[in-house]
Antibody, heavy 123, light 111 residues
C-alpha cells in the first residue's frame, strides 16, 4: 500500500526558506504514470496546489507561487522535496504531499495524500 | 477567491441524498473530464472520493457518485450517514497556466 509522509521544521522565521521532504513508501517514485505534488491548506481555509514533479525532474508550478517555489526529487531515496523562499505569515499552513495522476499529458487527481504537516511562519 | 465555485455549506438528514455543485468554466470543468472530489474530516488529510468526473476509487462507497453537465460538476451522496459529515472539495485540470484548480470547499452537515 502506497504511503506518503511529510517531514520538516514546524516553525520557520519570516523571510527564511521553508523546506519539507516527502518520503514515499510501498511503491516507487519512478512510476511513469504519476507526478508527485505538494498542496497546502491555511488554517480554516481551502486547498491550494503548489506544484508537482515527475521522477525525471520535470515540474509544474502554480504561477502564483512559482517565483518562490522549488520542488526537487531524489529517486535513490524515494523522496521529493519542497522549498518555499521568503516566507511570510501568509504561508502558514498544513502542507500535504500526494501522488498526482498524469495521463494524456494532463495533471489529474491526487491520491493518496500524506497526513500533512503544519508549518507556522513566525519570529 | 477559488477558481471553482462550491456552495459553502449543505445539509441533509440521515438516509437522504444531497448534491454538491462545483462550477467552473470551459477552460476547466467544462472542457475536460478531469474533475475529482475529496472528502476531508477535521484534522485529517483529504481523501479521494471521485476521479475523472464519475469514477470511484476502490474502497469508496457506491453511495458516492459524480457527474458533469456543461461547466458544472456535481457530487451526490445518497443514503446520508453521520460519517459523511465533512468538508468536500472539487478539483479540475485547467488549460490555463494554473494547471490545477480547487473549489473553495463545502461543509456537509448531517442533521
Amino acid at each position: 500500500q502506497l504511503q506518503l509522509q511529510e517531514s520538516g521544521p514546524g516553525l520557520v522565521k519570516p523571510s527564511e526558506t521553508l523546506s519539507l521532504t516527502c518520503t514515499v513508501s510501498g511503491g516507487s517514485i519512478s512510476s511513469s504514470s504519476y507526478y508527485w505534488g505538494w498542496i497546502r491548506q491555511p488554517p480554516g481555509k481551502g486547498l491550494e496546489w503548489i506544484g508537482s514533479i515527475y521522477y525525471s525532474g520535470s515540474t509544474y508550478y502554480n504561477p502564483s507561487l512559482k517565483s518562490r517555489v522549488t520542488i526537487s526529487v531524489d529517486t535513490s531515496k524515494n523522496q521529493f522535496s519542497l522549498k518555499l523562499s521568503s516566507v511570510t505569515a501568509a504561508d502558514t499552513a498544513v502542507y500535504y504531499c500526494a501522488r498526482h495522476d498524469w495521463q494524456w499529458l494532463v495533471l489529474g487527481w491526487f491520491d493518496p495524500w500524506g497526513q500533512g504537516t503544519l508549518v507556522t511562519v513566525s519570529s | 477567491q477559488s477558481a471553482l465555485t462550491q456552495p459553502a455549506s449543505v445539509s441533509g438528514s440521515p438516509g437522504q441524498s444531497i448534491t454538491i455543485s462545483c462550477t467552473g468554466t470551459s477552460s476547466d470543468v467544462g472542457g475536460y473530464n478531469y474533475v475529482s472530489w475529496y472528502q476531508q474530516h477535521p484534522g485529517k488529510a483529504p481523501k479521494l472520493m471521485i476521479y475523472d468526473v464519475s469514477n470511484r476509487p476502490s474502497g469508496v462507497s457506491n453511495r458516492f457518485s459524480g457527474s458533469k453537465s456543461g461547466n458544472t460538476a456535481s457530487l451526490t451522496i445518497s443514503g446520508l450517514q453521520a460519517e459523511d459529515e465533512a468538508d468536500y472539495y472539487c478539483s479540475s485540470y485547467t488549460s490555463s497556466s494554473t494547471f490545477v484548480v480547487f473549489g473553495g470547499g463545502t461543509k456537509l452537515t448531517v442533521l
